[in-house]
């Protein structure tokens, strides 16, 4: 494949075709004329050798190909705006633009708050958009950091990406606060039979595994995507949920539960910004983790 030799105007065409499944409505979202899409539909279809749109009665429908073609155009394209966004210098007290960042609500709550006050007050022409990380994020990483301007995940989950380190925390132990059956400590007797509450995307969990490990099966009795759900869900009960230290003690004024220790060496946790390698020496991405190390660094020490 020569990319030379490619007209990259297709891509943007070759979006606007797949998502609209019209070549009328396709131009006038990129603001070509009927004629001028209907030209580069014919070209796509020669490129591929397939017609990617294909009729079915009244309307078009995407070929196999173009069904293929229509989550990685999506990718092409936002990582090729990306990449032509690029700057040689930025200055936060000027620019206005927007960084989207992919994470967990217990990332957003414990750093991405901070984080946005200080860029609230250092940038303030700079707006943050947090989004959930998908479940998709192991398998398919690099689509999601070319679409995103970064993650916010922990090490031990994924791997040959760029990254820096935010802040340190642990896993400790959420129980009611008037639980009966639980004192000062826990047991691996009582993890084996108290029902539990966990979060569901367990990637973000490797202290869970780890319990596994040591031959511990939890007993699940309620099962959430949300972290800031887990106190909530406690509260009031006999269960027990595995939660990081520094969102346990944000969270405990809301809820009547306390944090009890592991009865054994839980897994560190060492929260981490990672990136796609085309932002790498971008000023403004570089200005963005600069931003994100500082305020990192900034977070009270762990007890």
Do not use: C
């Not at 689509?143 to 301007?149: E, G, I, K, N, R």
């Not at 029902?195 to 009795?221: F, H, I, K, N, S």
């Not at 054994?264 to 931003?291: F, G, S």
């Amino acid at each position: 494949m020569n990319l030379a030799r490619l007209d990259l105007n297709l891509v943007v065409a070759l979006r606007a075709l797949l998502e609209e499944r019209n070549v009328t409505r396709a131009g006038q979202r990129i603001g070509l004329s009927q004629p001028a899409m209907s030209a580069a539909l014919a070209r796509l279809r020669r490129h591929f050798d397939d017609d990617l749109l294909a009729r079915a009665g009244g309307h078009y429908e995407l070929t196999a190909l173009g069904q293929v073609l229509l989550g990685r155009t999506s990718t092409a394209y936002d990582l090729l705006e990306r990449l032509f966004a690029s700057q040689a210098d930025f200055d936060p007290a000027r620019e206005s633009r927007e960084f989207v960042l992919a994470g967990s609500d217990y990332a957003v709550a414990v750093f991405g708050t901070e984080l946005a006050r200080v860029v609230h007050e250092e940038a303030p022409g700079i707006r943050l958009r947090f989004t959930q990380t998908p479940a998709t994020v192991v398998d398919d990483t690099a689509t999601l950091l070319s679409a995103t301007d970064g993650l916010l995940m922990p090490h031990g989950v994924i791997s040959g990406f760029p990254a820096t380190d935010l802040y340190d925390d642990r896993w400790v132990f959420l129980v009611a606060e008037d639980h009966p059956g639980v004192e000062d400590k826990l047991t691996r007797g009582d993890l084996a039979r108290l029902p539990w509450v966990t979060y569901q995307r367990t990637y973000d969990a490797p202290a869970v595994r780890q319990v596994g490990m040591l031959g511990v099966e939890p007993r699940v009795e309620v099962s959430v995507d949300s972290f800031q759900l887990l106190p909530l869900l406690v509260a009031g009960t006999r269960r027990v949920a595995l939660i990081q230290a520094r969102l346990a003690r944000l969270l405990a004024p809301l809820s009547a539960v306390r944090t009890v220790e592991p009865p054994y060496e839980a897994v560190p946790l060492r929260e981490a910004l990672w990136w796609h390698p085309v932002h790498t020496h971008d000023a403004a991405h570089i200005w963005l983790r600069e931003t994100a190390e500082r305020v990192g660094a900034g977070l009270p020490r762990q007890g």
